[in-house]
Nanobody
Framework: VQLVESGGGSVQAGGSLRLSCTHFGYSSSRHCMGWFRQAPGKAREGIAGIRRDGDEYYADSVKGRFTISQDNAKNIIYLQMNSLKPEDTAMYYC??????????????????WGQGTQVTVS
């Protein structure tokens, strides 16, 4: 299973970015995917997740500003990030698993990870 993120970059506060994550190597009727982020000196934080059946999760820190979506035909998930704040600056990671047994917001639920894409908000 391979995950490839794209779409990171630098943006001014209040701006928007859309991250994409393409997954290769598996297709499952029960798979789940998520977005995590890690700022320097901080723990990795689960910010959004989605199951193939459409069940979604958002961390309070991004609720109302970020939207996760999926295109199952193309094996891509997206993270639309609006109203970005400097505190959103972090490395953003895509993650995937066949069942996410511990919930969509927990790092331990996911067995596969991408390399990350940097988001900088100034």
């Amino acid at each position: 299973v391979q995950l490839v993120e794209s779409g990171g970059g630098s943006v001014q506060a209040g701006g928007s970015l859309r991250l994409s994550c393409t997954h290769f190597g598996y297709s499952s009727s029960r798979h789940c995917m998520g977005w995590f982020r890690q700022a320097p000196g901080k723990a990795r934080e689960g910010i959004a997740g989605i199951r193939r059946d459409g069940d979604e999760y958002y961390a309070d820190s991004v609720k109302g500003r970020f939207t996760i979506s999926q295109d199952n035909a193309k094996n891509i998930i997206y993270l639309q990030m609006n109203s970005l704040k400097p505190e959103d600056t972090a490395m953003y990671y895509c993650a995937a698993d066949f069942s996410c047994p511990y919930g969509l917001g927990l790092e331990s639920s996911f067995g596969y990870w991408g390399q990350g894409t940097q988001v900088t908000v100034s």
